[in-house]
């Protein structure tokens, strides 16, 4: 029987501990059987002392790991061994591991930075005990190998790129299997390259985690991958970006993430449904796990039990928040319309001097939409205190700024610089726009 996994990304929104028994409980019924935890930046690494955003202690971590175990479900930790890493490399404290000065991923040829990672695969090991697996993460490195030192250490390669990611995944993957745990590792590179004979390379207990969201089986690569004779999982994503313009509830995206998991399930293969909580640890937060209640229960081997319009909480609290994702959407689409108003008033006032007609017509709306949006952000608050979840704040504050258009004042009319900033923020809306404001 395949294994079917949950891997849950906690830079994003995601429960508070008091409320992470509720929520491996609906994952129990749905048919889930392990959980893959991605602390990234939230948890207070030792490690990384001093650049973590630490909503998570370690007796917390502990602790959800241990309620995790008690209810059947293996647990284990996805660290990140190169890339993904723009949370502790962006300050100085770590400026130096860089690649080619580059946040998001170590330089691999610089041995601090190696010993960086190998410390932190010793942590995430000592966290979560007994974990079958460590994730050591490993895709989307795009400035693998831009350095003066990997290139000069993979001049002699038939491909240095893929040498030096080589080698550094080795090292750590041999690392992980010395200490008793199975090393996972995305699939990516491999696939992107087509240097499937590559992966033979790797200690033989490495599993390949083969992620791919928008194609049909049978998929780029997996049969590749799967003649090297190495274990390789199938990787369907129920929450992924991007997110952000598209509302708090997109049915469309919700739809397009089911379709996903259906055609992987198709393969027969392991499975590790991702559940992004952002693209990266500077960008939007996606919604709560509510918005993708349908992809959830697709996802769960039981799954096929529950609905949305059932009377358990999840079904309860996935449909309060399609209502307010209704709410967001009307306040988006009237926000919209009043900011192409502005367009004309502002054309106006290059002709007639009547800032009154912003009264008229603008100023009063203006209002009107901004008290509707300030109630459907106290609305939005109850709903991550009812139900457990981080990040509040930070989520609402920029969902709530982006339905708000820039209003201004009527005497601004008359203020050139004031008009100039309107007109180029108007060219983002309608490009035709000229800096005088013509079209």
Not at 100 to 111: A, D, K, M, R, V
Not at 197 to 219: G, H, M, Q, R
Not at 236 to 242: F, Q, V
Not at 255 to 277: C, E, K, P, S
Request: with cysteine.
């Amino acid at each position: 029987m395949r294994k079917n996994y949950l891997h849950l990304d906690f830079k994003g929104i995601a429960p508070l501990p008091h409320k992470w028994r509720e929520y491996l409980e609906l994952f129990k019924n749905l048919g889930f059987e392990g959980i893959l935890l991605e602390l990234d930046c939230k948890y207070a690494w030792k490690t990384w002392r001093g650049v973590t955003w630490d909503r998570y202690s370690e007796s917390d971590i502990r602790r959800m790991v241990s309620i995790a175990r008690d209810m059947g479900f293996a647990v284990s930790l996805l660290i990140q061994m190169q890339g993904h890493l723009e949370w502790a490399l962006a300050g100085e404290k770590y400026a130096s591991f860089r690649e080619s000065g580059f946040i998001s991923e170590i330089c691999p040829s610089n041995p601090a930075a190696v010993r960086k990672i190998e410390e932190w695969i010793d942590e995430a090991i000592a966290l979560c005990p007994d974990a079958p697996y460590l994730h050591l993460g490993g895709d989307e490195v795009s400035h693998l190998c831009s350095c003066s030192e990997c290139r000069k250490r993979s001049s002699c390669a038939e491909d240095p790129r893929m040498s030096i990611y080589l080698d550094h995944a080795r090292r750590c993957c041999e690392r992980v299997a010395e200490k008793g745990l199975r090393p996972m590792l995305w699939s990516d590179v491999f696939v992107s390259r087509k240097c499937y004979d590559s992966i033979k390379t790797l200690p033989p207990e490495t599993i390949l985690v083969n992620w791919c969201y928008n194609e049909k089986a049978p998929f780029s690569g997996l049969a590749e991958m799967q003649a090297t004779g190495y274990e390789i999982w199938g990787a369907p994503a129920i929450r992924c970006g991007p997110d952000c313009l598209s509302g708090i509830y997109d049915e469309q995206r919700v739809t397009a993430r089911i379709d996903n998991i259906r055609q992987w399930q198709q393969t027969g293969t392991d499975l590790l449904h991702t559940v992004w909580g952002r693209s990266s640890s500077f960008n939007f937060l996606y919604p709560p796990w509510h918005c993708f209640a349908d992809a959830f229960a697709e996802a769960g081997t039981n799954g096929a039990a529950w609905s949305i319009d059932g009377d358990d909480t999840f079904a309860i609290q996935s449909r309060r928040w399609r209502s307010l994702g209704k709410k967001y959407t009307e306040l988006q689409q009237r926000g919209f319309l009043l900011f192409k108003s502005i367009a004309g008033i502002i054309r106006v006032s290059h002709h007639v001097d009547r800032p009154e007609l912003f009264n008229a017509d603008c100023l009063s709306p203006a209002k009107k939409l901004d008290a509707e949006i300030l109630q459907l952000g106290r609305e939005l608050h109850s709903f991550f205190e009812d139900n457990g979840l981080s990040d509040a704040d930070e989520f609402i504050d920029t969902r709530l700024a982006m339905l708000r258009p820039s209003l201004p004042h009527p005497q601004d009319l008359k203020d050139e610089d004031f008009m100039l900033q309107m007109r180029r923020k108007l060219r983002q809306v309608s490009p035709d726009i000229d800096e005088t404001g013509k079209g």
